[in-house]
């Protein structure tokens, strides 16, 4: 049997895809404004389109370069259809809460949602119309009362057992046919058909669907719904199949103890190879011309991986046996670290290059930070500086983690470090999976660190790091994924960064965070690496080693730094500043002759004020192409006015 893939196998596939969803995204948005214009009722495209996504997916690549209008239209309408959906299904599930905010019903009540859902989904017939395609219009109007249809298919099954082909017409109506429409809507535009291109795209919704029916057993998934919904209200699923249920007679946490804890969760992997499957199928069926397609359909059921893995960890985590004294130590460990009015000085203390940047902020913005920055240093502490070995480490952060999921829930720990930082998490939104991702990246450590190729480097670099950029992110009321994925690469670069930085140090505490394939491609052995962390000669490929792996940390900068317009000022400047401060650690390294085995490299004051009001001017350029709006000016003065010890 094999793993469920790492909590983070997601995360490099959602950069991937981001130029296409940026594309998919301002193309959208122009075509809603245009359609503005002649009265209609379109609101600004939002979420991850991905029907839009899968349709410019399925376009041959010579066609992407000669759509026009219609072609956006027709996918509007479509996304138009489902987010009417979605106003209708939080009057049925009565849902409070949506993708982390409140639904339409939770704030303007029952009539208000209705009346909305319904002025989007005949607002939608007319952005239609406007394709001028009859075709389309007849794909259209079929697509919207199929799954209508299959909605009330569902409702009337609810309560009994459905074989699988009774499950595959369900999901096939209820989600299949949106996207079926969208895929045969762009078929045509390749000169492959329009209807008889219908049933691959059902296809794409039913793996979908299966997808949002995986993530639903899995209480550790970022839905923004409550888990097992769907088994509450007796929706019989696929998932259902893998855990040998007959009904809906067990307690919900009874089948979520059988998918992810009896025989050390092996029907969480049954269900992931089933969608692995499904994907494989939809592809071979579609036969896209180049890896887009594949690449959606592939981070959707990664999604479900890491998911997955992450809520086997989760149950590993919360079966560690810990004590009394266990929780007596950490406790008093953490109210040690102080409150609020403290973690200015433990900030400062322990990251002088963060500390510089983060003087950008306004004074509450700043203080949310250094509340973050103390949680994820005293859990690296925690685990660094437990004294009995590696069970105990363990016990240590079993313990952390309930603390802090405790005050994530609204209880009162008396721990003002998780009861603050947690809180204030719990409250604007941010997914408790980034604090048990930290725990896990910071937990691994206690085994020798050896990564044997490029990808379990950057699962690692997700974990300790990514994790830190997206929480922070969503902390400030960013959800976008498109500006989530930049947030990753940024916490993924200056991971790499840190490694590079620190090569001989951490060698001498047993870890090697340089992968073997990396290694092996410039001819450096363990033997080495130990001369080196000696003070002994650089091995001869060693420089070509750190400018390739400079490389790929500068193209991560490069690629963060390319969705900062984006985020709100106050948030925007500081980051670019740290992100340009921390890549200046490389010029340091070249400086020191790539000596990383006996020396640190670090940026001093001149260099700090150098490279942020680069980051500066940088960000202003690129805020002014945009949207022609100049940073202003005073920021420049202020980066000069704060002292700049070394990194």
């Known amino acids: 049997m094999s793993a469920p893939a790492r909590p983070e196998a997601s995360e490099p596939a959602s950069v991937a895809l981001a130029p296409a969803g940026a ?33 410019w997916a399925v376009l041959d690549p010579p066609a992407r370069g000669s759509v026009d209008d219609r072609f956006w239209y027709g996918l509007l309408a479509i996304q138009m259809v489902h987010e009417a959906s979605l106003l209708h299904d939080d009057l049925i599930d009565e849902a409070d809460t949506r993708r982390g905010r409140p639904t339409v019903r939770a704030t303007r009540g029952a009539a208000a949602a209705l009346v909305e859902g319904d002025h989007l989904l005949t607002s939608a017939y007319r952005v239609a119309a406007a394709t001028g395609s009859p075709t389309f219009m007849t794909l259209f109007a079929r697509a919207v009362e199929r799954t209508v249809a299959g909605e009330i298919a569902q409702q009337r099954a609810a309560g009994r057992r459905l074989d699988p082909a009774e499950y595959r017409r369900a999901i096939e109506g209820k989600s299949g046919e949106l996207f079926g429409a969208t895929v045969a809507w762009a078929r045509l535009w390749t000169g492959r058909g329009g209807a008889g291109g219908i049933e691959p795209g059902r296809s794409v919704g039913a793996l979908y669907q299966m997808v949002d029916d995986a993530l639903d057993y899995c209480p550790v998934a970022d839905t923004g719904k ?12 696929f998932v259902l199949d893998h855990v040998a249920a007959c009904g809906f007679d067990a307690p919900p946490e009874a089948i979520v103890h059988r998918v992810f804890e009896v025989d050390d969760g092996a029907a969480s992997v049954r269900v992931v190879e089933r969608l692995q499957s499904e994907r494989v199928s939809v592809v071979q069926a579609l036969q896209p011309a180049d890896g887009l397609l594949d690449a959606i359909l592939g981070g959707w059921v ?19 046996e810990t004590s009394a004294v266990d929780f007596q130590q950490v406790t008093a460990l953490a109210r040690a670290v102080g409150s609020p009015k403290d973690w200015g000085d433990y900030f400062a203390h322990h990251s002088r290059s963060f ?63 998780s009861d603050h930082v947690m809180g204030e998490a719990a409250r604007r939104g941010v997914p408790f999976h980034y604090i048990d991702d930290l725990l896990a990246g910071v937990e691994s450590d206690l085994d020798p660190v050896r990564f044997s190729d490029e990808a379990e480097l950057r699962r690692y670099t997700y974990r300790v790091a990514s994790v830190v950029g997206g929480w922070i992110t969503e902390l400030f009321g960013v959800h976008d994924p498109r500006l989530l994925a930049r947030a ?17 140090e951490d060698w001498r505490q047993g870890r090697v965070y340089l992968p073997r394939t990396l290694l092996r491609r410039h001819q450096v052995s363990s033997a080495d690496l130990e001369s080196l962390s000696d003070g002994g000669p650089l091995p001869e490929h060693w420089a070509a080693l750190c400018e390739e792996l400079m490389a790929e940390a500068d193209r991560s900068y490069e690629a963060a730094f390319e969705a900062l317009p984006e985020l709100p000022g106050f948030y925007a400047r500081p980051v670019a500043v740290a992100a340009r401060v921390y890549q200046g650690i490389h010029e340091a390294i070249r400086r020191n002759h790539y000596d990383n085995g006996t020396l640190r ?46 990194t």
């Open 23 to 55: 594309r998919v995204h301002a193309a959208l948005r122009d075509a809603a404004a245009a359609l503005r214009a002649d009265d209609l009722h379109v609101p600004e495209p939002r979420g991850q389109l991905l029907r839009p996504l899968v349709g």
């Open 226 to 237: 409550e888990p097992l919904q769907d088994y509450r209200q007796q929706k019989w699923t």
């Open 302 to 320: 990664a999604r479900v991986e890491a998911a997955y893995a992450r809520q086997v960890e989760r149950s590993r985590v919360e079966r560690v």
């Open 355 to 417: 500390r510089f940047a983060s003087r950008l902020f306004p004074e509450d913005a700043r203080r949310s930070i250094e509340g973050v920055y103390a949680f994820c240093r005293f859990t690296d502490d925690l685990v660094d500086e437990a004294t009995g070995g590696p069970d105990e480490a363990r016990r240590r952060v079993a313990v952390w983690r309930s603390l802090a999921a405790e005050a994530y829930r609204g209880n009162a720990t008396g721990v003002p470090l």
């Open 488 to 504: 990753f690469e940024l916490g993924h670069a200056m991971q790499l960064t840190n490694i590079l930085r620190d090569v001989g």
């Open 601 to 646: 490299a670090h940026t001093g004051r001149v260099d700090k004020l150098r490279l942020g009001w680069r980051g500066l001017r940088e960000l202003r350029s690129a805020r002014l192409a945009v949207e022609g709006a100049p940073a202003p000016a005073a920021v420049g003065f202020q980066l000069a006015a704060h002292d700049g010890a070394t």
